[in-house]
């Protein structure tokens, strides 16, 4: 470019906006006319951004230029010959020096053709629109500058009026990837730039209709709606039209647009989101909306909407794709809200940007609370220690109020938007209260957030992320006088009389997080707590091959980033495939709306089940109640329970039906609520909760038979079917089984290796120190035995051996006693700990190798809790049960191998080749009742901690078996508090029973 292209200073103008920029406006639906500039584009990369060349000009030849879909990322395009992509958490990827970005700035020139037609000649003005474009543009048409912006998830509509013309035109965009804005845009998620968002050119038509904003509220059954037109008076008059409600409104002048009753309307709400059609029509336009009446208020400390108390059961969502990254699509937006439906999810916040405009509209339509979070955090200005940061800066005034202002404005016509949130993460400081104080003289039906205005000096609800569930409690305490983290005691009292919110909270990191249900109890004690945002909805992973050609989802550090965050993106509920984890039906029972309570009165059991609606909203008319009894799994009876509809926030008690309990077999009632019609989000019979009853008879467990005539043996024996090579078994029914090995390793967590925090009162974790470090410094990776004696009886077999590791003087003491009790071989291992272990172990279990052979392990069936993995802090979804799965099914793939595939309260268990029984096993408790669990894989956790990728697990010969009798919790620890005390698994003296016999 000849005379602007030499003068780079506006990347480092913190000014949001240079040019033709038109103010914010609603981004509405409307029948004016509208011209996609989506598909292929000319397209140029340059690693500068100091290019000379006038590419905008309109006569230049782009022939041998590529060709690039708009909207993309340029990063994930032309495997990897645009560059690649960047993931940082809290790091800039770039010199902390602001405003100024480097020069090494990568630039992306893009140019398209296109034909306006002949009847825009017509149109007033001729806009043209970009919903998204990382970071910073410029725009030209035919060869005239228009301008150029930044706020990347923020739309910006230009004035192109006087450079098309009837015919072909080009237009032309520069793309930075690095401005003054980057500062801004510091949020926990990929760098991908790029015209990532629809690009759209709009033919404004004379008289036509420029904004609406209709603030629909409900009161006592009844509709209002405060309506704002902006149209020029030539636009008048203005019909708006409401056609279900039998409302006609003609407006012949801007004074005539006033606030109006529209009697009796049925509310929107996230459980029920009616909305009604409403349009806004002129003679030369009509915009089509959709109403939902719904009013939004904190009363004292409570936050309501029409008059209840909301509590936010929902998730952090960004926008991303293992392919597209944050482009969007449609169908693939709508299933995946239909999917957080399903699993109980009924809020989002929107982490940490507007999203894609259509998104709202599912929201509205399929109904979500949303808290609508503005484009804006400077997270990597903590590195420095805040000095610089923005937020405090009155040079980035503007471009903090051009943030908020399109974020409002654009996206005021929803009612799922009950919340706006000024950002995330970006200190604290006079923009931000400008910004929020913007908010409130616009839209004074909404309250603002942010979660880093801990003093409260300029939102309206308090909030925090990933606070200990024992903070959690004193916040929701009245008169508790626990301080509050960054607040005075002033400060603090304030804080309490507002609605608390979670805004982000239980990191969903690899496998976790646990103590879900602990946050979901406080909220039910204490009022003022309104649930949260789990952190967070999905994975990022990216879609890329390893060098052997494996396909794998990539992290931070897999595309050569000079600074990264590593797999701290992979920190969602759901995989990056779109597989749900554990964590989310973990979720969803915990979260479930309607609770089941048995009993509970004289006739204890018999008294029925206490069924509780804990809608907001919703009566149970939308649910059908079932039930069954299995013995030992088998379902033996089932029916439907008879049931009045519960309103809201109501509960009503239903009679069980006569359950026949087993003598010699565990009898469990299950109890389910299911939809009794299919919705937009879910089939008919879908399961929305659940719950079961023990109603077992006594069943002791077998009398442990003392041994007598014990005397040294070694060498090579059997034991009924088995086969023994100096004690240790070495096959089973001529089935090759080596075992049992102590183990007290499992592959870390990504919440073992966190180092956030740790529990109150509880020397579980030691600050600053992975647990995971600890388990590795005290060797329980890699522990060796020292047999100290092997005895025999007549139909007896008992080892006794010592543990420790290299460099250690603590030890394990593992005595293994071998008998034949009737046509079953059992195992009775007792395991106990020298004294002096400092920390929490993983786990306390026995490990088995079961080498490939002829009948090959693939698969176990099992009768105990599952489907899914479990854990001390995470069993609500697992429920009592017999279930079968593969090898593979029985792990999690995680995008950074780790502990996975624990099944716990094992009672049987048979280990499968191509679906024929190899081996079986009964477990039996304890002797205070305790359960083992299970785990089953191709890999030993050693094998699996030493992967950072999944394709660079080793080949594997044998499928490991490992028998636990406890395990540690998961907690939140990769960033928020580690396990609770009471699943920390401190080191001590355990029992394991097990009766094996051939398959």
């Known amino acids: ?204 038509p004379a008289g036509g209709v420029e904004d609406v904003w209709l603030r629909a509220g409900f009161d006592g059954g009844r509709g209002r709606i405060e309506p704002e037109v902006t149209a020029g008076p030539a636009a008048f008059p203005v019909t708006l039209r409401v056609p279900e409600l039998g409302v006609e409104r003609v407006w012949t002048s801007p ?149 908020v202002t399109r974020t409002v404005e654009r996206d005021k016509n929803h009612p799922s938007v009950v919340i706006w949130s000024l950002g995330n993460e970006a200190g604290t400081g006079a923009n931000l209260a400008a910004m929020s104080a913007w908010v409130h003289a616009r839209d004074t039906g909404r309250p603002v957030h942010y979660e880093g205005d801990h003093a409260g000096e300029y939102t309206d609800v308090y909030s925090r992320m990933y606070s200990s569930v024992l903070e959690t409690e004193q916040i929701g305490t009245d008169g508790s006088r626990a301080p509050l983290l960054h607040c005075t005691p002033a400060q603090g009292a304030r804080q309490r009389t507002r609605p608390f919110l979670l805004c982000e909270y239980a990191h969903a990191m690899g496998n976790g997080p646990g103590a879900l249900d602990q946050y979901e109890a406080l909220v039910d004690r204490h009022p003022r707590l309104h649930g949260g945002f789990v952190w967070e909805w999905r994975d990022h992973g990216i879609a890329t091959t390893a060098p052997d050609g494996s396909p794998y989802f990539g992290y931070g550090g897999d595309f050569g980033e000079v600074v990264h965050d590593g797999n701290f993106v992979m920190d969602g509920m759901l995989l990056s495939d779109d597989v749900p984890t554990p964590s989310l039906y973990e979720f969803k029972a915990v979260v479930q709306p309607v609770r089941f309570t048995f009993g509970g009165d004289a006739d204890g059991d018999n008294g029925g089940v206490l069924i509780a609606n804990l809608r907001h909203s919703a009566d149970t008319s939308d649910l059908r109640f079932l039930w069954r009894v299995e013995h030992d799994g088998t379902p033996v009876a089932s029916g439907e329970l008879a049931l009045p509809a519960v309103a809201a926030g109501g509960a009503a008690r239903a009679p069980l039906p006569p359950v026949p309990v087993a003598r010699d077999a565990e009898t469990w009632l299950t109890v389910e609520a299911v939809l009794a019609a299919g919705t937009a989000w879910a089939q008919e019979g879908h399961v929305v909760a659940t719950a079961q009853l023990d109603r077992s008879g006594p069943r002791p467990a077998p009398a442990v038979r003392p041994r007598t005539g014990w005397r040294s043996d070694g060498g090579t024996l059997t034991l009924g079917s088995a086969e023994f090579d100096g004690g240790t078994l070495s096959a089973l029914a001529g089935q090759p089984f080596a075992g049992p090995r102590l183990e007290l390793f499992r592959a870390p967590t990504d919440n073992d290796e966190g180092v956030s925090g740790a529990v109150e009162e509880s020397d579980a974790s030691v600050a600053g120190v992975s647990n995971a470090a600890l388990w590795r410094r005290d060797g329980l990776d890699r522990l060796t035995t020292r047999r100290l004696r092997v005895e025999r009886a007549a139909d007896a077999l008992r080892t006794l051996d010592r543990v420790s590791a290299a460099n250690s003087a603590r030890w394990v003491t593992v005595e293994s006693v071998w008998s034949l009790e009737g046509e079953e071989l059992e195992l009775r291992v007792e395991i106990t700990p ?10 306390i279990g026995v490990s088995f190798e079961l080498p490939d052979g002829a009948r090959p392990v693939d698969g176990a069936r099992w009768f105990g809790l599952g489907p899914l993995e479990s854990y001390p802090d995470s069993l609500r979804a697992a429920r009592t049960g017999r279930f079968s799965a593969g090898i593979g099914e029985l792990s999690v793939p995680y995008a950074r191998p780790q502990e996975t595939g624990h099944r716990s309260q094992v009672r049987e268990l048979a280990l499968t080749s191509a679906g024929t029984e190899v081996v079986r096993i009964a477990a039996l408790p304890d002797t205070r009742g305790r359960r083992p669990g299970f785990t089953l894989s191709r890999h030993t956790p050693q094998q699996i901690a030493r992967a950072a990728h999944p394709f660079e697990l080793p080949a594997s010969t044998a499928a490991h078996l490992i028998v636990d009798a406890a395990q540690h919790g998961l907690g939140s620890r990769a960033c928020g508090p580690d396990v609770w005390p009471e699943f920390a698994l401190r080191p001590e003296a355990r029992t394991l029973r097990l009766r094996m016999s051939a398959g």
């Open 834 to 843: 020298s004294s002096g272990w400092p920390t929490v172990w993983p786990r």
């Open 255 to 403: 004074e005539d647009v006033t606030p109006f009753d529209v009697g009796p309307v049925e509310p929107w709400s996230a459980e029920q989101p009616r909305l009604y059609e409403v349009t806004v029509a002129t003679a030369a336009e009509t915009v089509t909306l959709r109403a939902g009446f719904r009013t939004v208020e904190i009363r004292g400390d409570r936050f309501l909407v029409n008059g209840r108390r909301v509590v936010f059961h929902g998730v952090n969502r960004h926008e991303t794709h293992p392919e597209r990254g944050r482009v969007f699509d449609e169908e693939h937006a709508r299933e995946d809200l239909a999917r957080m439906k399903r699993f109980n999810v009924n809020a989002i916040r929107t982490s940490h940007y507007p999203p894609h405009p259509r998104l709202l509209d599912l929201a509205d339509e399929l109904g979500f609370w949303v808290v609508l979070e503005c484009d804006l955090e400077t997270h990597g200005f903590d590195a420095v220690g805040w000095a610089g940061n923005p937020s405090d800066d009155p040079r980035w005034r503007e471009a903090y109020l051009d943030r």
């Open 1 to 204: 470019m000849p005379s602007s292209s030499a003068d780079l200073s506006y990347l480092s103008d913190p000014a949001p906006a240079r040019g033709a920029l038109r103010a914010a406006r609603s981004w509405l639906h409307t029948d004016a006319p509208s011209l996609s500039l989506n598909g292929p584009w000319r397209f140029r990369l340059s690693a500068t951004a100091s290019v000379a060349e006038d590419f905008a000009a309109e006569v230049f030849d782009d022939a041998g230029w590529d060709a690039i879909p708009v909207p993309s990322h340029w990063v994930l395009q032309g495997d990897g010959a645009y560059g690649r992509p960047i993931y940082t958490n809290v790091q800039y990827p770039f010199p902390i020096d602001p405003p100024h970005v480097p020069d090494e700035n990568p630039t992306g020139d893009y140019r398209r053709r296109f034909e306006l037609p002949e009847r825009w000649s017509r149109a007033e003005r001729v806009l043209l629109r970009f919903d998204g474009v990382e970071v910073f543009f410029r725009l030209w048409v035919n060869g005239v500058e228009i301008g150029g912006a930044s706020g990347s998830r923020l739309t910006h509509e230009f004035d192109v009026t006087e450079a098309v013309r009837p015919g072909g035109n080009v237009v032309a965009v520069r793309v930075h990837q690095w401005s003054a804005a980057s500062y801004l845009e510091d949020q926990d998620q990929w760098w991908l730039p790029g015209v990532f968002r629809d690009v759209t050119l709009l033919a404004r």
